[in-house]
């Protein structure tokens, strides 16, 4: 029997786990993420979920564990955020390397010092190259949706490669909202039983991910990159699968909100686009043609998307909850990247706003817009990347 | 999937995900060269523990039908490792040219 639940994002990042009837958890706490492992440790302890939870002593150990049993043959996940996230910086390149389709919830939370404990994307955005997929979801819904398609997705032959989906801490994380559970059953007819490419096995012994020479590795990594352009084509068929069964449905890679005859189109990941709605509505009631494009998934990022919707816009402006020291934040930079090689681009400015959890409301976002307007009626860009609400 | 030991792949095609291999005996070489201290266990001290046989990270040692270790110094890289684990100190660690 289908359910409406009415609880916190990490709670159903749990739900979705035993949904996706995961046979190995291997996990860590740390704030903001604990929640989502103590709520499978729960569903483990009461005989919810038949699996194996595996207590380690840290976040590259408890990465390390899940290699180890996905390379076994089964179903593996996990959960972390910021520190965490960087302390398995090491192991994950092992699990893309070794083709091993983990997904794991990360909770994003800003990196210190100084400390912080609130959100920005700073912590998975730092993970671009590991050879990770990486959603970005915007509200609790999406969290579970995605987690049941991230284990489609990472366990198609065509892909074999690990996933993060993200989520801003406390923003949701802790936040209550009602979600639609579907059926086991109806879930299980989506996500059949996971079968690995080669299983570690001790009667068939075998050694994997080991030593190559310069004459094979070039063609290694090519495989990952195949693999990306592979998810790529399969995340919107995914989706729409997903839609058609269960009733929600995400745009695959971009979701777009009354982009069709924008002039100017704002470009975010996660949960500023539910503000961002907000302020494009406002801004259309005033004849302005302003439209949102929400990153659902940064890698593989979605370039063809962005030259598509340069191809009607005068303007595109993103909006970071991130910033690469020395440059600018990854969102804008890859916006432009993918632009580059178009015969004519649109104006482009960049916004960091948000970091270290400091909110981005529908207002701060209306002004966005409202200075992106401004640029785009003289036809010039009076500064590159700004720093909105930044104190003097 | 297509595993690694015996072919030498000429195209991509060939190549499996990730590199796998089934194990060979020394199939790079004898490493036991690389040695700069050699074991030498004094079977008269040793109390077949079996506990240098267990730590052996190359596992170089064999354990005998009395459970007495026999070292392969074809493969023993000289790590120390049986050395220091063991209890009734039967295992010395002696330069190689001496």
Not at chain 1, 364 to 380: L, P
Request: hydrophobic share 40%; charged share 25%.
């Amino acid at each position: 029997m289908a359910q409406t639940l009415v609880d916190t994002a990490n709670h159903i990042a749990g739900y979705a786990a035993k949904a996706a009837r995961v046979k190995v958890i291997a996990a860590y706490p740390i704030t903001p993420q604990t929640t989502i492992v103590e709520k499978i440790a729960e569903f483990v302890e009461n005989g919810e979920l038949d699996a194996e939870y595996i207590c380690v002593e840290s976040e590259h150990s408890a990465m390390v564990a899940c290699i180890g049993a996905a390379a076994a043959g089964v179903r593996t996940f996990t959960a972390t955020s910021a520190h965490g996230l960087a302390l398995m910086h090491e192991a994950l390149h092992w699990a893309s390397g070794s083709r091993l389709p983990i997904v794991m919830a990360v909770v994003n939370r800003a990196m210190g010092a100084p400390w912080s404990i609130w959100p920005d994307l700073s912590d998975s955005l730092s993970q671009r190259d590991t050879g990770w997929i990486q959603f970005y979801c915007a509200d609790n819904q999406e969290v579970f949706d995605t987690i049941i398609q991230a284990y489609k997705l990472c366990e198609n032959e065509k892909v074999f490669l690990p996933a993060m989906v993200c989520l801003e801490g406390f923003i949701l994380s802790h936040t209550y909202s009602p979600v639609k559970i579907p059926d086991q059953r109806e879930i299980d007819d989506f996500l059949p039983p996971y079968k690995s490419g080669w299983i570690l096995d001790v009667n068939r012994p075998l050694s994997h991910a080991n030593l190559v020479s310069p004459e094979y590795y070039m063609e290694f990594r090519y495989m990952i990159q195949e693999a990306m352009e592979n998810a790529k084509m399969l995340i919107p068929k995914i989706d729409k699968e997903y839609g058609s069964r269960f009733g929600f449905e995400y745009g695959g890679l971009v979701e777009k909100y009354r982009c069709e005859d924008a002039d100017l189109v704002l470009i975010t990941m996660g949960t500023m686009a539910g503000d961002a709605k907000i302020a494009v509505d406002k801004m259309r009631k005033e004849g302005l043609k302003v439209g949102l494009a929400r990153i659902r998934v940064f890698r593989p990022f979605p370039a063809e998307e962005i030259r598509k919707l340069a191809e009607h816009a005068q303007m595109l402006a993103t909006i970071d909850r991130h910033v690469s020291f020395g440059m600018e934040g990854f969102l804008a930079a890859e916006t432009k990247a993918s632009l580059f090689s178009q015969e004519s681009r649109p104006l482009f400015a960049s916004f960091i706003a948000g970091l270290g959890g400091r909110d981005v409301t529908f207002e701060t976002i209306e002004k966005i817009a409202r200075k992106s307007v401004k640029w785009m009626s003289v036809g010039k860009v009076e500064k590159e990347t700004l720093w909105v609400d930044l104190r003097r | 999937m297509v595993v690694l030991t015996d072919i030498t792949p000429k195209s991509r095609k060939e190549m499996p995900l990730t590199p796998l291999s089934t194990p060979t005996y020394g199939s790079m070489g004898k490493t036991g060269f690389w040695r700069t201290f050699r074991p030498e266990v004094d079977y008269s001290k040793c109390t077949k523990c079996t506990l240098c046989w267990i730590y052996c990270p190359d596992a170089a040692i064999e354990r005998q039908q009395d459970d007495s270790p026999k070292i392969d110094y074809d493969y023993c890289k000289g790590c120390g490792i049986c050395a220091n684990e063991c209890p009734v100190k039967a295992i010395t660690m002696k330069r190689e040219e001496e």
